[in-house]
């Protein structure tokens, strides 16, 4: 009997030991055991740490200069604008200072302006040089052959090029751009047509073509008849104009009448020259 008490106790006991351990006995068995791999001292298997919130951005790479700030790039498009202008108003003077201080503020981008630059060059007497930088730009940047390269050039030396070291070519093609844009283009007064046309008239049997391909020289001369006398006519000077169609007529002189070939040359005058003819009186 008594043996039995005593086993009974145990029992209570063992209960009452496992009632008051509240500790769950499987439960850290469901998940791994945490490992901590901070360690600072090992610095074969730490990654070091890097404040990209705080490092300072470097906008060009090591040596390379920084590009133009907002303010400086909107100085260069003024800047771009004001040598522009000043190009168109003949003042070649103004649009290369313009161009140097352009030059100042960021070089590379100037460099695209080359083309620009020339043709204030042959303001500014100048025309070779502005020719050659133009015709350099079209064979880099466009891959243009160097011949039409050159061709391109000397189109807008016809524009540009203000005495200088201009050639007698370039001379001539300055002549026939004035006659032309105050045919077609822009009004000229009737001196400046008359200055246009002498230059013409004397550089004619000087300046030779330079091969088959220089229509420039070649061909202009055989227009003279309608354009310079429509430059003199859109100025007003209408007996001028039929002067000068008739000086550079085409050759007739296989129409033996006189008075046929008089009168081929009026009734061209009349229906090609709209300023002068009957159309400029009608209604």
């Not at 469901?30 to 990209?52: F, I, L």
């Not at 001379?171 to 751009?177: K, N, P, S, T, W």
């Not at 088959?212 to 003199?232: G, M, N, V, Y």
Request: proline content about 7%; glycine content about 6%.
């Amino acid at each position: 009997m008594q043996l039995r008490r005593s086993s009974w106790w145990s029992v209570v006991l063992i209960w009452g030991s496992v009632a008051c351990d509240v500790r769950p006995s499987h439960a850290e068995d469901k998940c791994p055991p945490c490992e901590c791999n901070c360690a600072a001292d090992d610095k074969s298997t730490a990654a070091p740490v890097q404040a990209t919130t705080t490092t300072p951005v470097q906008a060009n790479p090591p040596g390379q200069q920084p590009g133009p700030s907002a303010p400086a790039a909107a100085e260069i498009g003024e800047l771009v604008a004001s040598a522009t202008r000043k190009m168109n108003f003949d003042d070649g003077k103004g649009c290369l200072d313009d161009l140097d201080q352009i030059h100042a503020l960021d070089p590379k981008y100037d460099a695209r302006l080359a083309v620009t630059r020339g043709m204030c060059e042959m303001l500014v007497g100048r025309c070779q040089e502005g020719k050659q930088r133009v015709a350099r730009w079209y064979q880099d940047e466009t891959n243009m052959h160097p011949d039409r390269a050159m061709a391109t050039a000397e189109s807008l030396a016809s524009m540009r090029c203000r005495e200088g070291d201009s050639t007698e070519r370039d001379r001539l093609l300055r002549a026939y751009f004035d006659l032309s844009d105050g045919a077609y283009m822009n009004k000229k007064t009737v001196a400046n047509c008359k200055a246009a046309l002498d230059v013409a008239r004397a550089l004619i049997p000087k300046v030779k073509p330079q091969g088959p391909e220089d229509s420039q020289i070649r061909d202009t001369p055989k227009a003279l008849f309608h354009t310079a006398a429509t430059c003199f006519g859109r100025a007003g000077d209408c007996k001028t104009a039929m002067a000068v169609y008739r000086e550079f007529y085409p050759d007739i002189s296989s129409v033996k009448d006189p008075a046929m070939r008089e009168k081929m040359i009026t009734d061209s005058f009349e229906s090609a020259i709209i300023h002068c003819g009957p159309k400029a009186k009608s209604p």
